[in-house]
Structures are given as C-alpha cells and as structure tokens.
C-alpha cells in the first residue's frame, strides 16, 4: 500500500529542513505598582464611601437586633439585651408606625404623579419654540427648590394658619373656609408644599432629557404633517422615559424620606400632625425616648420596604425593553 508523500514547501525544501519553530517571545510583566496606582486614587472615596455611608447602615442593622430593658421604677440605666426579631415584631404590631407607612403608600400614589405631570408639562412647554415666556417659566418654576425645605414649609404654615390664612381672608365672605390642618385634609397640606418644591428640580431633569432629541427627528415629523401636540406625545415623551423613570425613582425615595415639611407644620397643626405622621417622624420619636435599637429597626424596615418597591418599579418599566 502506498503512502501519500507530504506536500512540497513552496520553496522546495522539506518542513523538516526548517528545523524547530523559534520560541515565543516573553510577555512582558506590568510592575506591581500599576495595578495598586488606581486603588491609591480611588482610595480617599472609597474611605469616605465605608465610613458615611456602608458603616452607619451596618451598625443601625446590628443595633436594631438588641432591646432595651429597663427595670424597677426606670431609677437604673437600662440594659439592652440581643433579642433579633423584638423591636422588629414590636414594629410591625405598632399601630402608629403602621399607620405612618400606610400614609406614606397613599402620599406616593397621590403626589408622584401629579408632579411628574407637572414637571413633564412644565418641560414640554419650556421646549416648545412656539411657547411665549420660556424664560419666565423656566426661572419661576426653578426657584421654589432653590427655597430651603424648612423656610418653605414657615411660609406654607402661614398661609394655612386659621387666623392668618389670606385663602381663607378671601373665602370668608362667601361663607365657608378651607381646613387647611383638618385631619383629611393635611395630608394633601403637606403635598402641596413638596409639590410646589420639587417640580421645577424634576423639570430641569426632563427638559436636559428633551435637549438630547435629536433635531432630525422632530423636523421629519414636522414635515409628515405632525401637529405640535402629536410631536409631544410620539415623540417627545418616549424620548425622555429613561428621565422619567429616574425623577419617578428618585421621588419615591423622596416621599419615605418625608420629614421636613410635617415637622415643621407640627406645632401649629393643632394635633392634626402627630409625632409619627411619617415613619422617620416615628423613628426620631423613639431616639427622644432613648430607644434607639427600636428607631434603627423602624428604619431597616422602611430602607427595606423603599428597596422593594425601588426594584419592583424598576422592573415594571423596564419590562418591554428586556423583549
């Protein structure tokens, strides 16, 4: 049987009289102090990043896992003893903190999305070419979150005030007034004063969103015949989701936050506003009675519960982009 002799080199010599491939050249090794450079960089943030933020998050956990125990007539220093779940079982059968996390659920709901739809309208109408006075909305809108929260809420508790209230002055002669700190009524009180902040910071995200449309797609829809209404809503609003999404987000965290406006409004709301109207409103009641591994459970809980809701709304909206 014949064997099949190997393919000539085109040059006519045999592989073998080639000899041996020459060996690799060595990769040349990065110095050590390369990879240790950006760590060396990052390192003043990273410190900061531990310290402010990832440590006070892991001691409130842990402190949340002790209670506190005092004895007698409350003459000896109380002892706290680790107990896991008490002050987290205590928390969830607390009528008050219950009640506080409900209506915070029932501000979000509300509140959210009417000033979203503000802000969107507001953007719509500082992008508009055709709007008149675009300056003048834009800096009106704009200057109420430039007001402190605090001085905010002051000017607000005057205009609701009964005796002071120019609202109610001019609702007098037609014979009833509005109840401003009525118990369902404040509420939609302390809405309206976040509403009135932090409009114009959600207009400013949404209109620097519409800035980045490209001007070709909206001449093409203008030259399809689109009105400016329909520009609006097909093209313009789909383009700016992404903003949405994020101003949305940002205002949930926003609302379990709410501390300012309620505490402010406390003292002259004749009761209408507890001492947990919101959970961190609860929370701080519990440090001013010395329990603080009860408040840091209260806070776990509702850091937990804005997670939860943060995720599930990230997932919602995300939904038909992941098809």
Not at 34 to 47: E, N, Q
Not at 182 to 208: D, F, P, R
Request: charge should be positive; proline fraction near 8%.
């Amino acid at each position: 049987m014949s064997q099949v002799a190997a393919p000539a080199h085109p040059t006519g010599r045999s592989p073998a009289e080639f000899g041996p491939p020459p060996p690799a050249a060595p990769r040349p090794r990065r110095p050590r102090g390369r990879s240790v450079r950006p760590l060396a960089f990052c390192a003043p943030f990273l410190i900061l990043f531990a310290g402010m933020y990832v440590a006070p998050i892991v001691y409130a956990a842990l402190k949340s896992l002790y209670t506190v125990h005092r004895s007698g007539l409350g003459l000896t220093a109380p002892t706290e003893v680790f107990d896991p779940l008490g002050n987290y079982t205590r928390a969830l059968r607390d009528g008050a903190f219950t009640s506080s996390l409900g209506r915070i659920a029932l501000f979000g709901l509300v509140q959210v999305p009417v000033m979203l739809g503000l802000a969107l309208a507001l953007a719509l109408l500082i992008d508009s070419k055709s709007a008149r006075g675009r300056s003048f909305f834009r800096l009106s809108s704009f200057m109420p979150y430039a007001t402190p929260g605090v001085s905010a809420s002051l000017i607000w508790s005057f205009m609701y005030s009964t005796q002071s209230s120019p609202v109610n002055r001019l609702l007098e002669p037609l014979g009833f007034t509005v109840p401003f700190f009525g118990q369902k009524l404040v509420l939609w009180s302390v809405a309206n004063i976040v509403t009135w902040s932090w409009v114009g910071y959600n207009m400013i995200i949404i209109y620097a969103a519409l800035q980045s449309i490209p001007a070709e797609v909206l001449e093409a829809a203008r030259m399809d015949g689109a009105s400016a209404l329909r520009i609006a809503w097909s093209v313009k609003i789909p383009a700016v989701r992404g903003a949405l999404v994020l101003t949305a987000v940002f205002s949930i965290i926003g609302s379990a936050q709410l501390y300012n406006e309620p505490a402010v409004l406390q003292p002259v709301s004749a009761g209408a506003v507890s001492s947990s109207f919101t959970p961190l409103m609860s929370a701080q009641s519990a440090v001013a009675a010395g329990n603080y591994p009860y408040a840091a459970a209260q806070s776990v809980i509702l850091a937990l519960l804005v997670g939860v809701v943060s995720f599930c709304f990230f997932r919602v909206t995300h939904r038909g982009e992941s098809a």
